[in-house]
């Protein structure tokens, strides 16, 4: 049973929702949670019971984050739709293998960092899926 604190600046609704699910789950115990006013941060601190599912848990989290960070996805659910259709992918398998190691390694895991410099293979499909729906709509426009 590994301790882990999970902190956030913007996404403490994400966080109590995904906590209380994993919670009703059986998959961690939360300790505490508790607002920093002077530093700004959410701060959830949980036990692991269930280390086989929590990496792909967190992941999914960090992937509707970054989606959430990416200014052309946070306002269009239609492409938000179609950034759900990547996590089934091989990208997918590689950010939660990652996850793993991160958490084998590390206590504390801040939501909006992680998903800003260490999902970078997801943030770089993300980009590369919005680069070819504008250029399939530059071709469209010039027929």
Aim: proline share 2%.
């Amino acid at each position: 049973m590994k301790q882990l604190n999970i902190y956030t600046s913007k996404y403490e609704n994400e966080l109590r929702d995904f906590a209380a699910k994993e919670a009703a789950a059986g998959t961690i115990a939360i300790k505490h949670s508790r607002t920093c006013e002077k530093r700004r941060l959410f701060e959830l601190c949980c036990v692991c019971l269930n280390y086989k599912t929590l990496p792909e848990s967190l992941t999914a989290l960090l992937m509707d984050i970054a989606e959430e960070e990416n200014p052309v996805y946070r306002h269009s659910p239609r492409l938000r739709e179609m950034a759900q259709s990547v996590r089934s992918s091989l990208v997918h398998k590689q950010e939660v293998k990652q996850m793993r190691a991160f958490l084998a390694e590390n206590k504390a895991l801040h939501l909006e960092g992680y998903a800003t410099f260490r999902l970078s293979e997801y943030r770089e499909k993300l980009d590369m899926m919005i680069y070819t729906l504008v250029k399939k709509i530059k071709f469209s426009k010039e027929d």
